[in-house]
């Protein structure tokens, strides 16, 4: 597969307005493909993490990872790294995106993005 940097570089090359980063990676892991992805590119970026990984109880309940409070402690991160919109994917529920759309309304980056 192609890495994150030469994915940016041909998107920005067929005139995307945007890029973004959904699935499989979780709160944590976004932060490093954010900056990553900055480091390529000056468009928008979006990041969409997981709540952590999946797993299946013997009931047949799928439940993920990371709990909201850990998912969001890494949002003042990504946003540093350079994402313009956050929300969530997998596992994540409207509490997510109410803490997060919090942190975003009071989060005062070190530097401009």
């Known amino acids: 597969g192609n890495s994150a940097a030469q994915c940016v570089q041909e998107l920005e090359k067929e005139g995307v307005p945007a890029i973004g980063a959904n699935c499989t990676?979780?709160?944590?892991?976004?932060?490093?493909?954010?900056?990553?992805?900055?480091e390529k590119t000056a468009l928008p970026l979006i990041a969409q993490a997981n709540a952590g990984k999946p797993s299946l109880s013997?009931?047949?309940e799928v439940s993920y990872s990371q709990e909201l409070e850990d998912y969001v402690?890494?949002?003042?991160?990504?946003?540093?790294?350079?994402?313009n919109l956050i929300g969530g994917c997998c596992g994540t529920n409207p509490s997510y995106i109410k803490k997060m759309a919090e942190l975003k309304k009071?989060?005062?980056?070190?530097k401009e993005v």
């Open 25 to 38: 990676l979780n709160s944590a892991e976004m932060v490093d493909l954010i900056k990553i992805m900055r």
């Open 106 to 110: 009071n989060f005062k980056p070190e």
């Open 58 to 60: 013997v009931e047949g």
């Open 73 to 83: 402690r890494y949002i003042p991160h990504i946003i540093e790294n350079g994402a």
